[in-house]
């Protein structure tokens, strides 16, 4: 297994755990595409903080999270949304 399926199973956890939380967070919150569910801007933000933890074990500076928009608009509509999401952060993690 490559190092980015390692990378991508532990950020898929992430965001599962996440995922996990959206029934306390149905509240609308501004995002970066206009209003959406509060659960949506907490996913990205946790998936935010894990790549960039990632990132700082490995001596790397942190991204924006405009990285982490753009991935999850690439993931977005997929059969497979969360896997996706989780692949394309991994690559961020390792960029």
């Known amino acids: 297994m490559s190092d980015v399926s390692r990378l991508a199973?532990?950020?898929?956890?992430?965001?599962?755990?996440?995922?996990?939380?959206?029934?306390?967070?149905?509240?609308?919150?501004d995002g970066p595409d206009g209003t959406e569910c509060a659960w949506a801007a907490h996913e990205r933000d946790q998936m935010w903080k894990a790549v960039n933890a990632l990132r700082a074990d490995d001596g790397r500076p942190s991204i924006p999270l405009d990285d982490i928009v753009q991935v999850e608009r690439q993931a977005a509509g997929h059969s497979d949304y969360s896997r996706k999401f989780a692949l394309y952060c991994a690559e961020l993690a390792q960029k």
Do not use: K
């Open 9 to 29: 199973d532990r950020l898929q956890r992430v965001l599962a755990r996440a995922q996990e939380e959206r029934t306390e967070r149905d509240e609308l919150v």
